[in-house]
Structure formats: structure tokens, C-alpha cells
């Protein structure tokens, strides 16, 4: 199995930009990111990213606004924080070197199991299995394993047979074959088994019950409402900075709740007279095992008689300046659609 991975692995294996030189910065940057993102996003952000903290001790410098709107889109915002204190400790206690020992990167803010591998394995070549879901994934099939994928059991199953694999100095290898194997022939509806290099090898083909592995626990999702309210005024709107430590920390967003109405939110002693909140649309979006229908509404406001030390008011055309979560970006394009239209119809 391993020779026909290899060989396989050379000539079918993808050209991504952070394979190019395997520096333990971009290698940590590109796994980061790639953490339940998919390849295609992450490409451009990766290269914006590089291009503005092209090293750890830029980045250990980086202004944390500067780190969320690069990020931007990504998800998972606390990420770049821990990737900035990383970058602090790497350059403060290592010279800007990242160690060679697991426990020592498991210590480092926000790198967890997967990543230090990810590091040891691919920058260094060190004898680390690095399963991220696609090689996940490929595991299951080919240990045909009947129990989910999340458990311990099966992820010390895992992880030994992943490391019978590797062999001396070939770890960067073999690690990255089985994470393309996974995205080019094992995905995760229809694998396209009969190009597969290793199927002989695989149980779950032998038993052909590769379509039901692996097996997953099924998470629920939990569904609720919200308001988002743009309070417009002479070309501007409202918006806020979540707390840092918190859920979000450090993004920007626009007057919302869930489970409320916009009144709850802009009294109508703030408003302009006569003026309603106006219904632009609606928005879903799901974080955290929550979908959210959110409804988006417009408002002109005095801004004479709002004051607020939890919001300010930023120009329209500057908003792309702050870092927003998705969700609120999404709310942002409607919002800029509405004020197309209503500018038409002024005319």
C-alpha cells in the first residue's frame, strides 16, 4: 500500500502555495486555515495573508483589526488571536523558531493535536500521523470501521494504523498523499473508488459498504430568529466592536438580537418622525449547532437624539474597512442592495 500511495501521490498530488518551501510558518498558517475550510476559500485569503505577514515576527507585530479583516470570512475568529500570541511566544522564547517537540508546540496558544502533527510531520518530517478530515475519512474506508469516527476508539485505531505507514523521513509524504486522497478520489458522496491506487487494500471496498463509512454521530441543529436593523443617517450607520475576550472577540457589527423585534432595539424616540422600520430581507446562517433566520430592516434615525457609548456611526463606504463576521457580511450585502434601489427610485 505504501509504494502504490507514493506513487500515486507524485504524479495526481496538488500544487498548493504552501507547499512550496514546507516552512514551519506557512505550513502553520496554511493548517490554521484549512481547519473546516474548504481548500478553495482558503487559497486567496492564504496569499493575501503571506503578502501581509510574510513571517512570524511580522505577524507577532501585527495589529489585531489588521489580523481580523485578513481573516475575514474564515470563521473561527478566535484563531487569529491565538495565531498572534503564537507568533509573540514563537519569537519572544524561540527566537522565531518553532520547536521540534510535541508537547512544547501543544503548550503554544491555539495549536491543538492535529496542527502540532501537522507542523512536526510536513515542516519537519518527523514521524507525526497529521488526520485532518479527508485523511479522517480515508481511514475509515479502509479499516472499514463500524463505530463514529469521533471516538477515542476509533481515533486510536487511526492514528496507530496511520503511523505503520510512515517510514523514515517520509512522513511529509505520505500525510499530505492521504489528505489528497481524500479530496480527490475518497470524498464523501460517490468516491470514485475504481481510480483509487490503494482499493485493493481497502475493506470497506471489499465489503462494498464504502458509501456508510465513515460513520458519524448525528448533531442536531437548533434553530432560532433574529433582528438585524442598519440605522442609517446622512450616509452612515450604527455599529459596535464585540468584546475581545468573548465569542467573536474583536469583530464589528450592526445593532441585532435574537428573538426580538426591532423596536426592542431603536426606540422610536431615536427615529426620524414617521419613520418605521422597513423589512429588506431575510438571511440564514448557522454557527455553533444554531441556524439562525434572521430579517434585516432599515431605519432612518436622529442621530441628534441617539447616543450610545456602545455604537458609533461609520460612513457606508467605509464599512468594508472593519472586519465583520459572515453573518453580519451577509446582512451588509442586503442592506447595500437596498440602498442601490432606494437611490433608483429617488431618481
Known amino acids: 500500500m505504501h509504494t502504490e500511495l507514493l506513487q500515486w501521490f507524485r504524479k495526481a498530488g496538488r500544487e498548493l502555495p504552501w507547499r512550496k518551501d514546507y516552512s514551519p510558518y506557512s505550513v502553520w498558517v496554511a493548517e490554521t486555515m484549512l481547519c473546516q475550510t474548504q481548500v478553495g ?31 475575514e ?33 501543544r503548550g503554544l496558544p491555539g495549536i491543538g493535536h492535529y496542527t502540532a502533527c501537522a507542523i512536526l510531520s510536513i ?14 475519512r480515508v481511514f475509515a474506508r479502509l479499516l472499514d470501521l463500524s463505530l463514529p469516527v469521533e471516538t477515542r476508539k476509533a481515533q486510536k485505531m487511526v492514528f496507530d494504523f496511520a503511523l505503520s505507514l510512515i517510514r523514515k523521513g517520509e512522513a511529509r509524504l505520505v500525510n499530505q498523499a492521504i489528505m489528497d486522497l481524500g479530496a480527490l478520489i475518497c470524498v464523501p458522496r460517490s468516491p470514485r473508488c475504481s481510480f483509487c491506487p490503494v482499493r485493493q487494500y481497502c475493506l470497506a471496498f471489499q465489503r462494498n459498504t464504502q458509501i456508510i463509512r465513515p460513520v458519524r454521530r448525528v448533531r442536531s441543529l437548533k434553530s432560532a430568529e433574529a433582528v438585524v436593523v442598519f440605522c442609517h443617517r446622512d ?35 431615536f427615529r426620524d418622525r414617521d419613520s418605521v422600520p422597513e423589512l429588506i430581507g431575510e438571511i440564514f446562517h448557522t454557527y455553533c449547532q444554531r ?11 436622529n442621530r441628534e437624539t441617539f447616543s450610545s457609548e456602545e455604537y458609533h456611526w461609520e460612513e457606508v463606504n467605509r464599512l ?12 451588509l450585502r442586503l442592506f447595500r442592495e437596498f440602498m442601490v434601489q432606494r437611490r433608483v427610485k429617488e431618481t
Open 123 to 136: 515542516a519537519y518530517n518527523l514521524p507525526y500521523p497529521a488526520i485532518d478530515g479527508n485523511a479522517s
Open 320 to 331: 468594508d474597512e472593519y472586519p465583520f463576521s459572515s453573518f453580519h457580511r451577509k446582512a
Open 291 to 301: 441556524r439562525i433566520k434572521a430579517r434585516i430592516f432599515f431605519i432612518d434615525v
Open 235 to 269: 450616509g452612515q450607520v450604527l455599529i459596535r466592536r464585540r468584546p475581545e475576550g468573548g465569542f467573536l472577540g474583536g469583530l464589528w457589527e450592526f445593532p441585532w438580537k435574537e428573538n426580538a423585534s426591532p423596536d426592542e432595539l431603536i426606540p422610536k424616540d
Open 73 to 105: 470570512g474564515l470563521g473561527y475568529y478566535a484563531r487569529p488571536r491565538y495565531m498572534r500570541k503564537t507568533a509573540e511566544k514563537v519569537v519572544e522564547t524561540f527566537q522565531g523558531e518553532f520547536p521540534k517537540d510535541y508537547n512544547i508546540l
Open 41 to 71: 476559500r482558503v487559497i486567496p485569503r492564504y496569499f493575501l495573508w503571506m503578502r501581509r505577514f510574510p513571517d512570524i515576527f511580522a505577524l507577532a507585530e501585527a495589529p489585531l483589526g489588521e489580523l481580523l479583516r485578513v481573516w
